[in-house]
């Protein structure tokens, strides 16, 4: 999630607009949860606790009483859906993002 972050803020830098949307969250992390979770790396609480924080980052309007100053990040997350077959979306990660709104 750091990465992904990371490459948000570097590309906002470098086109000096941002992007503004991440694309499907929860398909691009539910690989890495399920490793993580098997080998015991983290629990789904602290997993949850992980999409929390990541989501309050991706969210963060800087300088709001300077209207024209005004710089957020306000990234859209994508979530659920269909996949390319037409089967439902719908994973832990999907939970724990509405869980956390």
Do not use: Q, W
């Amino acid at each position: 999630m750091n990465t992904i972050l990371f490459m948000r803020e570097a590309s906002a830098s470098l086109e000096g607009i941002g992007v503004s949307v991440l694309g499907h969250l929860d398909r691009i992390l539910e690989p890495y949860y399920h490793r993580d979770l098997a080998e015991g790396i983290i629990t789904r609480e602290e997993a949850k606790d992980l999409i929390c924080f990541f989501l309050a980052m991706s969210d963060v309007r800087f300088e709001m009483r300077k209207v024209r100053l005004h710089v957020g990040t306000n990234t859209t997350v994508v979530i659920g859906g269909c996949d390319a077959r037409g089967d439902i979306v719908f994973n832990d990660i999907t939970r724990m993002i509405i869980e956390a709104y």
